[in-house]
Each structure stands twice: as C-alpha cells, then as structure tokens.
C-alpha cells in the first residue's frame, strides 16, 4: 500500500482528454514538495513525464501536462493517442520516511 | 549522452545477498547535485524506491527495507554499488537505477531482472 494512491485503472477514446490523480498527505504532497510524473511502456524502462509538479522534460508533448493542489497532484492527457497506453507513476519526497522517496502504486491508461 | 547500465545476477537463492552495479556515463557523480537512485519493480507490479547515493555521499534507504539495504559508489569508476543481504523470493523484481536530479530520476538505465529461488 503505497503512501501516494492512485487509480488502478483510467480510459479514453482517442482524442479524449482524460486524468490521473495521485493522492498523498501533509507529509509529501500536502507539504509541497515536487511531484513528477513517469511513463512506463509496456516491457520498457520508466521515462520522465513531468517533473517539479508541472514541468516537462525537453521532448515531452505539451499534450502531458501536471498540476498540484492541496495534498493531490493530477497529471492531463489531452488529445489522447494509441501511443499513450501506458502505466504512469507519481512520485514525491515523503518526510515521515526519513528521507526517501516514494512512487505511487500506478495506473493503467487504456486508449479504446 | 548520460546512460546508466545495471548488471549483476539474475538468479540469486534465498538468503543469499545480491550485489548490484549501476555503470553510467555522461555525468560525473561528484558534481554538485548529482545522485543516483535504485528502484525496483516486482513483475506486474508498481515501482518501488529503494536507496539513494548523492554527490557528496549522502545515503537514503528505504525505511522498509533499511536494514538489508547498503548503497555506495565509486566516483573513479562511474560505478554505484547496492546490496541487499536475505533475499527472499518476493525481492524477485526488475532492478533499475537512474540518475536523479532534485528528486527526479531523469535518466534510467533498462533495468535487470533478478529471480529469487532455490
């Protein structure tokens, strides 16, 4: 059980716009520190989606988008693509965890 | 080009320790800032971070995992080092490591499946 909680499972047509939430508490999101955002394809390595809450790496479509609000951060999809079906993890500091990091449990996005 | 390669065994038996090496290039781990994180990933499951290295050779764990964890590195050999004592078959995952940068990982190295059985 992860301290970040996201939706097991999200779907959109194509050309939908569709959102991932990841929810955490004042010990990690709610007490501001970065969130960011991975893509893991299917039997790939995770790449970097967005990072700092809303940045996107060099190379990222500007169709990815993040945001953060009280102790949630959301990532956006617009424009959905085949190519996006994938699962995507939020990750942030937890300070109740003596420094360490931490993922989200992940969801699958489906394209239909 | 930063790339970052992981090696070591890919079938490890219960109670034995894995010793994992993370090779990288295109980034110097004793530039101010640099870290190296190692995170890993049962098959069909989420991600899980497992420990930290910075620059200045800081140490983060895990807390679940802290007392099997021990992460070190070898600036001279671009090389970051993880072991893991008492493996056990539900350690059986694949094993990446990456470049971190203010908390993100933004370079991954493919990772390395490491089973766990007798």
């Known amino acids: 059980q992860s301290v970040l909680t996201q939706p097991p499972s999200v779907s959109g047509a194509p050309g939908q716009r569709v959102t991932i939430s990841c929810t955490g508490s004042s010990s990690n999101i709610g007490a501001n520190y970065d969130v960011h955002w991975y893509q893991q394809l299917p039997g790939t390595a995770p790449k970097l989606l967005i990072y700092?809450?809303?940045n996107r790496p060099s190379g990222v479509p500007d169709r990815f988008s993040g945001s953060k609000s009280g102790t949630s951060a959301s990532l956006a999809i617009t424009g959905l693509q085949d190519e996006d079906e994938a699962d995507y993890y939020c990750q942030s500091y937890d300070s109740s965890l003596s420094g360490s990091e931490v993922f989200g449990g992940g969801t699958k996005l489906t394209v239909l | 080009q930063v790339t970052l390669r992981e090696s070591g065994p890919a079938l490890v038996k219960p109670t034995q320790t894995l010793t994992l090496t993370c090779t990288f290039s295109?980034?110097?781990?004793?530039?101010?800032?640099?870290?190296v994180t190692w995170i890993r990933q049962p098959p069909g499951k989420a991600l899980e971070w497992l420990a930290r290295i910075d620059w200045d050779d800081d140490k983060y764990y895990s807390t679940s995992l802290k007392t099997r964890l021990t992460i070190s590195k070898d600036t001279s050999k671009n090389q970051v080092v993880l072991t893991m004592t008492n493996m056990d078959p539900v350690d059986t995952a694949t094993y990446y490591c990456a470049r971190s940068l203010g908390g993100k990982a933004d370079y991954w190295g493919q990772g390395t499946l490491v089973t766990v059985s007798s």
């Open positions: 700092g809450d809303s």
């Open positions: 295109g980034f110097s781990l004793s530039t101010s800032g640099m870290c």
